[in-house]
């Protein structure tokens, strides 16, 4: 559909060009004006030929592999050219000439795909030089860098109790030395999705190179760091690490004596539901004493459900905890008091 959109649109440009070399005579009548046919005939060619524009974009600097992708846009009034051949045109740090790279052709988007692996800072645009229907055209210039900046990433612990903090920290080299006093930016977005990251810190390297960061995630967060570029260093961008986030629970704990016994009673829940199976300890507490002491462990039934029995002594405290799992929270009931 475009091209013959292009085709029509190119047929009327050459119709008014033709128009345009007949002049009229001073009797009212038409006449054809004195014009080189050559000449005509190459003004009618330049005239059926649409003007082009050539995108290019590419990160600052490699990845942690030392790749880079190099992707542009081949357009004619808006409308993407599929299958036209674009060249990479490549310009190595301390050289003075632009080298002639590959050729890929694009897509049915218009769109073309360069990998490159760039062994030090190298500068790259593309070029498409013409059809008989499109005129040539080049991009602008990227420069990606290479990777002799580096940031590792670290995660302590890998995973934490709803509320509880981890630490994210990190270490910055330049060709395998400490890089002190280097922008870092932390960067996190939701585990599991494919959206960007977003910036939610910064500090700067240590002496060792070495950045660290507290975080309180509420759910499975994805973490990065960033060494932004300086005036004696490049950019540079770390793994991902993740934190996980367990559920949480609670324990819902009611208390009665019953003659000489006192009944404590309990309800571990978790995902919205009753957890079963689950190892819930009774916590006691004598009169006038600071400290817990675990008295008993017993195992939750299906509902969640959990029973213990103890001597009805005045004074004494008991409450319920949970230690959590690989996946649930810790979780501690509130005190019941004989």
Do not use: C
């Amino acid at each position: 559909m475009y091209s013959s959109r292009l085709r029509r649109a190119a047929a009327a440009v050459a119709l008014a060009t033709a128009a345009s070399v007949i002049s009229v005579g001073a009797a009212g009548t038409a006449t054809a004006a004195p014009v080189d046919r050559g000449q005509q005939a190459q003004h009618a060619k330049q005239a059926q030929r649409f003007s082009t524009k050539l995108t290019i974009n590419a990160p600052d600097v490699a990845d942690t592999e030392g790749r880079a992708a190099v992707r542009g846009r081949l357009t004619a009034r808006g409308i993407p050219l599929a299958q036209r051949p674009v060249r990479l045109l490549v310009k190595r740090e301390g050289a003075t000439r632009w080298a002639l790279g590959r050729i890929e052709q694009t897509n049915r988007q218009g769109r073309v795909v360069f990998r490159v692996l760039p062994p030090a800072e190298t500068a790259y645009k593309l070029a498409f030089f013409g059809t008989a229907n499109f005129k040539p055209s080049r991009s602008g210039t990227v420069v990606v860098a290479a990777r002799d900046t580096e940031v590792s990433i670290a995660v302590t612990p890998g995973v934490v109790d709803p509320g509880g903090s981890a630490v994210v920290s990190g270490v910055v080299t330049d060709e395998d030395v400490a890089l002190a006093g280097a922008p870092v930016e932390l960067r996190a977005r939701k585990a599991g999705t494919k959206r960007a990251f977003e910036p939610i810190a910064t500090a700067v390297s240590g002496t060792d190179g070495s950045v660290s960061f507290t975080v309180t995630p509420t759910r499975a967060t994805a973490y990065v760091l960033v060494a932004r570029k300086t005036a004696t260093s490049q950019a540079a961008r770390s793994k991902v690490a993740t934190i996980a986030v367990k559920s949480p629970t609670r324990i819902a704990v009611r208390a009665r004596t019953i003659g000489e016994t006192f009944s404590v009673v309990g309800f571990l829940y978790g995902r919205g539901d009753g957890l079963a199976g689950r190892k819930v300890t009774l916590q006691e507490q004598a009169a006038g004493a600071t400290g817990w002491t675990d008295v008993k462990s017993g195992r939750t039934a299906r509902d969640g459900y959990v029973d213990f029995r103890r001597p009805a002594v005045e004074g004494t405290s008991y409450r319920l905890s949970f230690a959590g799992t690989t996946r649930l929270g810790a979780s501690v009931s509130r005190t019941v008091v004989v």
